[in-house]
């Protein structure tokens, strides 16, 4: 088959005192993800859609969060393994659509540099890549600024 799609999806606790990554941007806001590596929520959504599509597992597999090498990684840094992987299979990415929900902050005017920084790293075009954010109208844990989740979708095709 030519043609492949994953999904991914990840949640991380929003708390005090970290900085707040989405795709790579460093996104102003008085709380941030907790986690191993930067917590990128997002990217890491990404990278289980890619390793997915390519039935390559997940990133915990790929990455543990009990490896000290990945203590404080860049989650960025980590897509670039990811893609090392998948171009050793002879995939390449097709397109990709990334959903992050948070209550807060606004991220609308940080997605222009998501896309960017992803497309850098996925060798495409940048209207391949597609990340938008939503509010679940201050439902669960999202809402209530406990946390942040990011859904990813991947196709990507034999080059
Ligand atoms: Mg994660």
């Known amino acids: 088959m030519r043609m492949r799609i994953g999904h991914g999806y ?19 806001h008085t709380l941030g993800l907790l986690g191993h590596s930067d917590a990128d929520v997002a990217t890491h959504a990404l990278m289980d859609a890619l390793l997915g599509a390519a039935a390559l597992g997940d ?6 969060d009990t490896d000290p090498a990945y203590e404080g990684a860049d989650s960025l840094g980590l897509l670039d393994h990811v893609m090392a992987l998948l171009a050793s ?7 990709v ?9 606004k991220l609308k005017d940080f997605i222009p540099r998501m896309r ?8 495409v075009d940048e209207d391949c890549v597609n990340v938008k954010a939503t509010t679940t109208e201050k439902l669960g844990f999202e809402g209530e600024q406990l946390g942040i989740s990011a859904h990813a ?6 080059a």
């Open 59 to 64: 990133i915990g597999r790929h990455f543990p």
């Open 97 to 105: 659509d990334v959903t992050i929900i948070a209550q807060r902050p």
């Open 116 to 123: 960017k920084n992803l497309a850098q790293r996925l060798h």
């Open 153 to 158: 979708v991947a196709c990507i095709v034999k």
């Open 89 to 95: 299979r002879g995939y390449a990415v097709g397109n």
């Open 10 to 28: 990840d949640v991380h606790r929003l708390v005090e005192g970290r900085a707040l990554i989405l795709c790579g941007v460093t996104v102003p």
